[in-house]
């Protein structure tokens, strides 16, 4: 995660914005998840915590 990446999500943080579930997704790597909304899936009927 870059320093941008890690900024953004600070903000969106602070805002109260809805958490970006992919982030602590245990399927958020290559093809184990093909579900358009990753990375940015605020709600997942596929999640499963890392
Ligand atoms: S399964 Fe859902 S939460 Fe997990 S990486 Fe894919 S889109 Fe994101």
Do not use: G, Q
């Amino acid at each position: 995660m870059n320093a941008f990446t890690r900024l953004w999500l600070k903000i969106r943080k602070k805002m109260s914005a809805p958490k970006l579930l992919c982030d602590t997704c245990l399927n958020d790597y290559h093809t184990a998840c093909t579900n358009p909304a990753r990375p940015n899936a605020t709600e997942c009927p596929d999640y499963e915590k890392r």
